[in-house]
C-alpha cells in the first residue's frame, strides 16, 4: 500500500494515482540537459557504436549533420526519466506499449523537457489499477519538438 508519511515526514515526489491521470490533463516536467558524457555512456552501455555517436572528426569533416548527435533512444530514455522522477513514483504497474517518432535531431547540449497530455484512462477488470495513456512530446531548450510517443501504462490506483 501506497502510503503518503514515513516515520511522520511527508513523503515528496511521489506518483500520480489512476484517479488523478484524467483525459485532457497536461503536465510538463523539469529540463535536462544532455551531455557529452551521457551520449559517451550510453552508447558504449547498449552497444550503439555508430560513428554518428562515437567519432567526432567524422561527425565534423563528413556528416551531412554537425554536432554531438544523441540517440533517439537516449532522448526518449531520458523523456521516460524525468517522468518516472515526476509522476509514476510508487504508482506505476507496467508499461504496456508506445509508438514514437523522432522529429528532429537532439545534440550534446540541448536541454530537454516533457510535455505530456492524458489522451485515455480506464480501469483495469482486476481492482486498484487502470490503463493510462498519454502522448509525449520532448521539447528542446529553443521550443523545438524532437520526439514524440503516445504511451500505455498500468498504473496503481489511490486505495490500491
Known sequence: MTTDKVDGYEIVGLGIPFEGWTPGRRLRTVGRTITDADITNFVCVTGMLEVLFTNLDYLEKESLIKGRLAPGALVYSFAEG???????????????????????????????????????????????????????????????VVLTYKVTRMVKSKNA
Open 82 to 144: 524525468l517522468l518516472m522522477q515526476s509522476v509514476m513514483q510508487h504508482t506505476g504497474l507496467a508499461f504496456l506499449g508506445m509508438e514514437l517518432k523522432i522529429l528532429a535531431p537532439s545534440f550534446a547540449g540541448d536541454t530537454i523537457h516533457v510535455r505530456c497530455e492524458v489522451t485515455e484512462a480506464r480501469p483495469t477488470s482486476k481492482p486498484g489499477r487502470g490503463i493510462v495513456t498519454t502522448f509525449n512530446e520532448v521539447v528542446n531548450q529553443k521550443g523545438d
